[in-house]
């Protein structure tokens, strides 16, 4: 029996999107000038709320190490750039980089529930979700079942969520969605409000696996499903767009979707992350020009 | 009597208390953008412009010159030469001598290339462009970047397109031209209507006499200065700049075979009086209260979109603007909350700034005239709803503004306030909000917002209104007619229809 609420959902009372539209809003706030301070504040927020990940199958314990080191210290012998928000592995590496993270303030996100296509059976999700959280982590992303979803079970979807929402106890879960499989954004709609209903901490677009994955438009829709949520329950739901995220110009326009449809309270590593694996030297690159005037070579930047 | 004021007085703590403690968004500095203005170095503004005729900038007969000013600082910009009656007499003459030996003898083809050669100037000059109709008519530079000068150089390369092929365009006629057209321009989009006025009568072999409007004849004046450098013969193209007495003067003149006029429906109805029995060609596109009609089934938040870029995109200064919504009753609270969230992001301030989505109102008069109309809104027991944006100390500027409980028989919702001022009315049924949205003396544009299909196709086809946009507004294409139903005037600007107005056919 779950200990967690879930509010009820109706999918006949999600609003409908119209693509045209929705498209051409987001792409018009792609046009916001930033620059100069409001590009070096963007910069080292965006980087605060960086979800530093690597999901491959040959990720090793040397990998992890490395880019927990970036994630305490993303640029070398400058504090004044910060942490990042977390780091993101598959479940078997948590230790590791529990470890490598101990009292820097940067939190361990695992993904679960058999990631990246999450067709394996619920107790498994659920035992997935439970050692990963007893390994350390602090953060579950977790995947749908696009196949339930897109067959109209949208109870399956549900209790699934809600029953690793249980599984996960203190963690904060992370509900992926992977748009670039649902196609529409009527679908992407709906899927968010869904998994808002069933427990989500956070909603997040994409494993990374699957493109297109976070669009300006997808994230706009879900930001505008996040925000008529917390008008309606005074919850404040947040908002992953992870996959496909590689320069600062794409981060800072997803920072600017962010300021314009939910406002002050959402520009927060604890509300906003941008779950991505190279994005983070764009952005020192960037954050270096702005602050010098010149671009430097790339070798100025580790690679991890 | 006391207990009822106190009871009054409780519901009020109740009502506030609730509102306190509702769920809000706050739309403040935590992540400011810093100031993105565009760089106005590289445009060039002459201290003083005389009227330019048969491809000379020459000083006016009337001796007499006018300052024109930026609307967003009240600096003067320039000193401009007020067309007399001689001025236009001589220009209409240069006109008709550049018809009669040049332009109407030419080949087609070859008009079609000097049109092109013009087109593509102003595609080389867009930055230029944008930076100084926004100088001088206030509108942000988003706008006249992205929505003024692509549409007026996109005019010119439509209509070089048609010069040579006219006859296509009209089957089983001889086409030939007119003659001299005497076009009068309004001041919300002074390139565009200038483009939208002269391509089509170029390419159709008539030649010019263009009076741009008394507070933004700056862009008008630059395009004439690329005609002279595009080599166009002298006489296709005449600028006489002026007010309304210099515009009458145009209409008046017996050698003007046609007459174009975009602005008022009031000076619309003088102009068709003043020509009546004359014999001259007449096309008017005259005022607007447009209806975007929402339904309970539309995309709400893209809807809402809609309904923004129909009443604030260039202030509300729109003859097409969304000025009236008609939203069904099941949705309104949710609609109008969305609107009320949607006006505190929208950023007013310097139209020069890359990030202004609202800029300067064009003139002193026309911020008078909204301040009226808004003020007779709110006497009239509408309420209003305004964004709290912070109004720069110099310059004219008005901030959105949108009133709700408005019934159909208020001011705010039967006159055009040509501002950033939409009115707000609820409906009940399909048939009720057809009937609403036509009941007005206009007929120029209509939005009709609805995710099912087959509504769009039935309330599309009931609207008496020249453009219906279903899903999205203000959408422009030169291939499109634009025109208006009933005072919204006659005649269409674009297109194959477009053509129409400004050829004999036989």
Known sequence: MSTVPSLPFDPASVPHVDQVGVEERASGLGKRSIKKEAKKAGIRLAISMIDLTTLEGKDSEGKVRQLCRKAIQPMPGDPSVPHVAAVCVYPNLVPVAKDALAGSGVKVASVSTGFPAGLVPLPVKIEDTRRAVAMGADEIDMVIDRGAFLSGDYAKVSSEILAVKDACGDAHLKVILETGELETYDNVRKASHLAMAAGADFIKTSTGKVAPAATPAVVLVMLEAIRDFYLDTGKRIGMKPAGGIKTSKQALHLLVLVKETLGDAWLTPDLFRLGASTLTNDLLMQLTKEMTGSYQNEDYFTKD | ?506
């Open chain 2, 1 to 506: 009597m006391s207990t009822i004021v106190e009871e009054k007085t409780g519901k009020r703590q109740a009502a506030e208390k609730f509102e306190s403690e509702r769920p809000r968004l706050e739309f403040g500095g935590a992540w400011e953008y810093s100031p993105a203005p565009e760089s106005k170095d590289h445009v060039r503004i002459e201290k003083r412009y005389g009227v330019f005729i048969g491809g000379k900038f020459v000083p006016p007969k009337s001796k007499k010159y006018f300052e024109t000013i930026n609307p967003a600082t009240e600096e003067v910009l320039s000193e401009v030469a007020e067309g007399g009656a001689e001025d236009v007499d001589a220009a209409v003459r240069a006109a008709e001598e550049a018809h009669r030996k040049r332009w109407s003898k030419l080949a087609p083809a070859e008009r079609g290339k000097y049109i092109y050669r013009i087109a593509r100037m102003i595609q080389e000059k867009s930055r230029e462009l944008a930076v100084l109709e926004s100088m001088n008519g206030g509108k942000p530079i988003k706008e006249s970047r992205d929505v003024d000068v692509p549409l007026a150089l996109a005019h010119f390369f439509y209509h070089a397109g048609w010069a040579d092929k006219l006859e296509y365009a009209f089957p089983r006629h001889t086409v030939s031209s007119i003659g001299v057209c005497g076009q009068i321009i309004p001041w919300n989009f002074p390139l565009l209507m200038a483009a939208w006025k002269i391509a089509p009568a170029l390419a159709c072999g008539n030649t010019v006499v263009l009076k741009p409007a008394e507070t933004t004849p700056l862009t008008s004046l630059a395009l004439a200065k690329i005609c002279q450098e595009a080599d166009l013969p002298p006489g296709v193209v005449n600028i006489v700049p002026g007010a309304g007495e210099t515009g009458a003067h145009v209409v008046n003149h017996p050698r003007v075979r046609k007459v174009a006029f975009t602005g008022s429906t009031e000076v619309g109805k003088i102009i068709q009086r003043a020509i009546a029995g004359t014999g001259k060609r007449l096309t008017l596109e005259l005022g607007g209260k447009a209806a975007n009609i929402l339904f309970e089934d539309a995309p709400l938040d893209q809807a809402v979109e809609g309904i923004i870029n129909g009443i604030y995109f260039n202030q509300g200064h729109v003859c097409c603007a969304g000025s009236r919504l008609l939203v069904q009753e099941s949705v309104a609270e949710r609609v109008l909350g969305k609107l009320e969230r949607r006006i505190a992001t929208l950023r007013l301030g310097d139209p020069l700034d890359k990030n202004t989505d609202v800029g300067a109102i064009n003139s002193k008069m026309q911020l008078e005239k909204i301040r009226e109309l808004v003020a007779c809104g709110v006497e009239e027991g509408a309420e209003i709803h305004q964004s709290s944006c912070a109004i720069p100390a110099r310059g004219f500027f008005f901030p959105p503004t949108f009133f709700t409980g408005v019934a159909q028989s208020h001011r705010i919702a039967r006159e055009e306030i040509f501002g950033p001022v939409l009115a707000v009315m609820t409906f009940r049924t399909p048939e009720e909000a057809v009937e609403k949205a036509n009941n007005i003396p206009y007929g120029l544009s209509a939005g009709v917002w609805t995710d099912k299909g087959s509504k769009i196709f039935k309330i599309t086809s009931k609207m008496k209104a020249g453009v219906v946009w279903a899903n999205t507004f203000n959408k422009f294409d030169p291939s499109s007619p634009f025109g208006g139903y009933k005072e919204s005037g006659f005649g269409r600007e674009g297109g194959v229809h477009g053509l129409r107005a400004y050829v004999e056919l036989s």
